[in-house]
């Protein structure tokens, strides 16, 4: 692990049955960076999520967040926020509701809830039930639910899909405050264009670990395009029906 890394992963690997999902995966993220990991579907970003969060476990290798396993973390709700489809979804509530709930969870004065709904852009559509939100606004909501406790890390499973250009354009000014502040951003994704203008750093996968490293040392400070170079280092899209 580097010195003060806050997300290491080392010699991860995940098997699924006869299925290896991630294989011998090692990177860290550094402080107060936007770090994006990149792969195809399929590639094995999910897993290594979740196995980060201490919701599955590897088969081989571990991975840490500020140097210790998540579930041994103390305060490890409050200090890593999470988006992940199936966490935090209350769709018979309202967005407030929600926020409320997940507030008193998480020990939390009620007007959190109002000042993350605030800064996701949804106060003017607080009180309308969660279930009736398009796909960007549930992903705006799920944004607030990890920011409720003011977290130093933020974990975000693929936070551009179902945003719209301007939602897309206020989620990458949003990070960017956010690691502005000091934050760390861990985020997936399979949209290269929208992460190019977001990242500081790049992981690429497809099952194995293809790059790690600053975006600026792999596109040459912008003479590539990170299209380009990932198709080279996964592949064109043959190898595992990769579709980016
Ligand atoms: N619980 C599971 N049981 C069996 N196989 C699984 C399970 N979870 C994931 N997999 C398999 O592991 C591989 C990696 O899946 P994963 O969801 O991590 O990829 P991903 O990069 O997040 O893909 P996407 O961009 O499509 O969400 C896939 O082949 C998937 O089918």
Redesign the pocket.
Known sequence: MSDGAVVSFRGVTKK?GT?T?VDNLSFDAEPGRVVGLL?S???????SLRMLLGLARPTAGYATVFGRSYQYLPDAARRVGVSMDGIGELPGATGRGALTTWARMLGLPKGRGDAVLDRVGLADRADRKVKAYSTGMRQRLSLAVALLADPELLVLDEPANGLDPDGIRWLRDTLRSLADEGRTVLL?S?LLAEVEQTVDDVVIMQRTLRYAGPLSDLTSDGAERLEDRFFALVGDGTEGKAHV
């Not at 579907?41 to 897993?47: D, I, S, W, Y």
């Open positions: 699924f299925t999902a792969g579907n399929g590639a094995g970003k999910t897993t997936s399979h």
